[in-house]
């Protein structure tokens, strides 16, 4: 697969999507959209590719759009699509949340604007301690797009969203650990190693279960507890026919690690 700007590397499982715009921050410009979206896809459909992980090339993640190309007007970005065409953009956020795989962001540098809410919307978040997360939309006139009102009052609550959107402040890694934005930080030269062995926690678990708790989450916020019983119960019948729950067991009894086929 040969893209401009993003790389796709598949090892023992996981499928890395590499943001490749080193020079610009990995600025969202051009067709680069459509090409992370394309390289999630190959992601979400590999059915060697248990976990995804999505992370940025040299010293950033993602510095959001790219303010040079929107300036010179020569930005092929989707933002005066009519209301009933969907952006490229969020169908990379919708697909990463209807995928059953965990989507890991592995955050190297500042991730700001939609390279922010980008990693917002992942499942999780590790970050490098020279990572920064800045909501700057506000300050270049803009809206937050790419999920961001609906990603961060979850994570971080309403106050903390409204001020961190209101002002389009810069946080560092140590605050958004704080705060919840980040499952955890690394030392700058450890993230590479820390985001696989952070990943390879979820290649033990069976996937047909964890694509169903993975969307019961989701809609932790939008059922009450009566629902959430119902899904359990759903979702328990659904687990309890698979060729994995046998295998589980039996490697439970037999004192050895399980090899899940998501079957």
């Not at 992601?43 to 510095?63: Q, S």
């Amino acid at each position: 697969m040969n893209w401009e700007f993003v790389l796709f590397h598949k090892e023992n499982g996981i499928g890395t999507i590499t943001l490749n715009r080193p020079d610009s921050l990995n600025a969202l410009a051009g067709g680069m959209r459509q090409e992370i979206l394309a390289a999630l896809e190959a992601g979400v459909t590999d059915r060697e590719v248990r976990v995804i992980v999505i992370t940025g090339a040299g010293k950033a993640f993602c510095a959001g759009g790219d303010v040079k190309e929107f300036v010179s007007g020569e930005t092929r970005a989707e933002a005066n699509l009519p209301m009933d065409q969907r952006p490229t953009r969020d169908k990379i956020v919708l697909l990463i949340q209807a995928t059953g795989k965990p989507v890991i962001a592995s955050v190297n540098g500042v991730a700001a604007g939609g390279g922010c809410n980008l990693a917002l919307a992942c499942d999780m978040r590790i970050a490098s301690e020279r990572a920064r997360f800045g909501e700057v939309f506000v300050r270049r006139g803009l809206h937050p797009d790419w999920g961001g009102i609906w990603f961060l009052p979850r994570l971080v609550g309403y106050a903390k969203a409204a001020e961190l959107i209101f002002s389009g402040e810069v946080i560092d890694a140590q605050e958004a650990l704080r705060i919840g934005l980040v499952n955890k930080v690394v030392p700058h030269e450890e993230l590479p190693m820390a985001t696989k062995e952070f990943a390879m926690k979820f290649m033990k678990s069976a996937p047909i279960p964890l694509a169903l708790a993975k969307k019961a989450l989701q809609n932790h916020s939008r059922i009450d507890l009566a629902q959430a019983l119902d899904h359990e119960r759903f979702a328990q019948a659904i687990c309890w026919n698979t060729e994995d729950r046998v295998e589980g067991m039996k490697s439970f009894v037999e004192k050895r690690e399980p090899v899940f086929k998501g079957q």
